[in-house]
């Protein structure tokens, strides 16, 4: 089974967000984004173009899933 990784924290914090501003702009909870945060959480496709964009940050790069 492979193992999800989540660089969206970094990014956020970048870019001087909080949990609930991207929360707001990209349409979901901040629960969603903490889950997201802590690996907890596979966003859809479009949450995902959606927090990409909104953090300036390619997908592959926030979103990382390594098949071992």
């Known amino acids: 089974m492979g ?3 989540c660089n969206l924290k970094k990014y956020r914090q970048l870019k001087e967000m909080t949990q609930e ?3 707001e702009k990209v349409g979901v909870r901040r629960e ?3 889950r997201l945060e ?3 959480y596979n966003p ?3 949450l995902a173009i ?3 964009r909104e953090v300036e ?3 592959e790069v926030l979103f990382i899933f390594d098949e071992e």
């Open 44 to 46: 859809s496709l479009k």
């Open 50 to 52: 959606d927090i990409s």
């Open 21 to 23: 501003q991207l929360a």
């Open 32 to 34: 969603t984004i903490m």
């Open 57 to 59: 940050a390619p997908i």
């Open 3 to 5: 193992e999800f990784t």
């Open 38 to 40: 802590a690996g907890r």
